[in-house]
């Protein structure tokens, strides 16, 4: 079975800093591509970052550009969202995504991943 746990997710201040966590276990390949994406109240679902299967390649939406970063361990059992001077406007659930096969011209695209996390609540407060 597979599973995506987020975690790290809380309340912080305009300017703190959140790291999330996604640890995956039971997929069935060796490499994935990670995808972090968000939704808040009302709104839709929107892609934040993105890295490729083998790591080389990376995406950020401009509105988390210089704020946050992807990465992953040297396993690849556990990705991470650092998060820095974060916004109110970046409140959301936070959710991770993974897939193997994933073309890295559609990392962005949430409909090409196959797992998916259950979120995580990231809440900013002015």
């Known amino acids: 079975e597979v599973q995506l746990v987020e975690s790290g997710g809380g309340l912080v201040q305009t300017g703190g800093s959140l790291r999330l966590s996604c640890t995956a276990s039971g997929i069935p390949h060796a490499d994935y591509a990670i995808g972090w994406f968000r939704q808040a109240p009302s709104k839709e679902r929107e892609v934040i970052s993105c890295?490729?299967?083998?790591?080389?390649?990376?995406y950020y939406v401009d509105s988390v550009k210089d704020r946050f970063t992807i990465s992953s361990d040297n396993a690849k059992t556990t990705a991470y969202l650092q998060m820095n001077s974060l916004k109110p406007e970046d409140t959301a659930v936070y959710y991770c995504?993974?897939?193997?096969?994933?073309?890295?011209?559609?990392?962005?695209?949430?409909?090409?991943?196959?797992?998916w996390g259950q979120g995580t609540q990231v809440t900013v407060s002015s």
């Open positions: 995504a993974a897939d193997p096969t994933i073309l890295t011209s559609t990392l962005p695209s949430s409909r090409y991943y196959d797992y």
């Open positions: 890295i490729s299967n083998n790591g080389r390649h990376s």
